[in-house]
């Protein structure tokens, strides 16, 4: 993948001029940092099997091809493993990951394009959800990611309902820094689950909204009705009720217990790791009822942007059937299953890559069985062939190409004639 390619060149022109030695193992050690980070995303996600059987997967990494399916057209989304057999040397968008799609290659999208791994498909694959990151846009901008026009230097973060991504500075609102573990719901999707602002008065990581000086303190009705949600009353309240609260620039969340604790302890709830968030969690008190009527009935804070969660958030969430309903009914059920989360497939990857990995290490192996002589022989040409690939891929990032697999083909097939000529020429001997 040119993705990878390039990343493998930028790690290796870090250090470009200098004379400093670098052994095998600090190489290992660099590769195997970038595998990891490559295992995150893919290693959910099967390499040599289309997806499509599996039925609508609920999360894997997704491509869409540029080739195959391009702008004005229907959009398309393909399985990992199909962009690797089906569509090798296309132009395709990375989507990260997404949730509960099923894998369109070759099917009625596609025209006359037939899925190489398997052929077997519906026309169509009625419940995927698509967006226009299948087109290779993103944010309220619309604009391509990496944009050869922003100059701006500038993070996308993914919306964990609508699962697009959007530039930290068009969010509507600053994330607090050091944010650890968190999730984060655009203010379109907060409006489409109204119900989610109650949970962020409590719950949500502290943020700075971003208003216009003539908006920056507005009122706002908050209606709290008997028991049911929405614009239905509170339990208890008899009358319909409304509270009139005031939406401002920035607006202190109500802390617990234990947040003022950790306040008191010179920490902030957006800085705490995952072990603290838990205990945070455990001194959260249960309840019987309605978890979110008893927070609408203290009142909250409407703001304006995006919202930020701490890690725990989804548990605190009430599975009552009034409120299950309620998720259903803004279309986002998925939120009260943990297993969703970016991390938890992530998590998933790693430890798949891991066990697949555990007791084998081929190069290691490799060392472990020759002599110093073929060792040092093996070193010399690892550092030959770096220095060829760093020479080679530096021309097309000179010239902002893309590396593609017949580039990389090209590559091998001049350092085998290379050798050749070197061999017949003489040996080298190490001393």
């Known amino acids: 993948r040119a993705s990878f390619f ?14 400093a030695t670098v052994s095998l193992v600090d190489v290992l050690e660099e590769d195997e940092e ?34 195959c399916t391009p702008k004005g057209g ?49 026309r ?37 309902v609508c699962e697009d991504w959007f530039h930290g500075r068009h969010l ?18 907060m409006d489409r689950a109204p119900f989610l602002w109650a949970y962020a008065a409590q719950l949500a990581a502290p943020s700075v909204t971003r208003l216009s000086p003539s908006k920056a303190e507005v009122d706002v009705e908050v209606d709290v009705e008997d028991g049911q949600h929405g614009e239905e009353k509170s339990p208890g309240c008899g009358e319909e009720a409304k509270q009139s609260v005031k939406k401002e620039a920035e607006q202190p969340c109500t802390s617990t217990a234990c947040e003022e604790k950790a306040v008191a302890n010179g920490e902030t709830g957006c800085k705490r790791k995952y072990d603290e968030m838990e205990a945070a969690a455990e001194c959260k008190t249960e309840t019987a009822g309605c978890k979110l009527q008893e927070l609408k009935a203290k009142g909250f804070v409407k703001k304006e942007g995006a919202i930020f ?5 989804r548990s605190k969430l009430c599975t009552c059937t009034d409120c299950k309903k309620a998720y259903v009914k803004a279309e986002v059920p998925f939120l009260l299953d943990e297993l969703d989360t970016v991390l938890a497939y992530e998590h998933k990857g790693k430890t798949e890559q891991e066990s697949a990995a555990e007791g084998r290490d081929p190069l290691m192996t490799a060392l472990s069985s020759m002599d110093r002589v073929q060792q040092l022989e093996l070193i010399y040409e690892y550092n030959d062939l770096k220095t060829e690939l760093k ?17 990389i083909q090209r590559f091998f097939e001049e350092l085998r004639s290379k050798k050749r000529r070197r061999m017949s020429g003489g040996q080298y001997y190490c001393s």
């Not at 390039?6 to 004379?19: I, K, T, W, Y």
């Not at 996600?45 to 869409?64: F, H, I, M, N, T």
């Not at 090798?88 to 596609?110: A, M, P």
């Open 6 to 19: 390039s990343r493998l060149f930028l790690s290796m022109a870090v250090n470009e001029g200098d004379e």
């Open 74 to 122: 229907e959009p398309a989304g393909i399985c990992l493993a199909c962009s690797y057999k089906c569509h090798e040397g296309h132009d395709l968008f990375e989507l990260y990951t997404k949730r509960n799609f099923r894998c369109d290659c070759g099917n009625g999208k596609f025209k006359d394009f037939e899925c190489k791994l398997y052929t077997d498909k519906d």
């Open 309 to 313: 969660w701490p890690y725990v958030w």
């Open 391 to 407: 020479d080679y891929l530096k021309r097309f990032a000179d010239e902002g190409k893309v590396v593609t697999s017949e580039d």
């Open 124 to 160: 169509l694959n009625t419940n995927n959800k698509y967006n226009h990151n299948f087109f290779g846009l993103y944010c309220t901008c619309e604009r391509p990611y990496p944009d050869p026009e922003d100059q701006v230097p500038d993070e996308m973060i993914q919306c964990i």
């Open 172 to 189: 509507g609102s600053v994330p607090a820094e050091s944010i650890e573990l968190q999730e984060m719901v655009c203010g379109s999707c």
């Open 34 to 67: 970038l595998e990891n980070e490559a295992s995150a995303v893919l290693g959910g996600s099967d390499p040599e099997k289309c997806s499509y059987p599996e039925g609508y997967v609920k999360r894997q990494a997704l491509y869409a091809c540029n080739t």
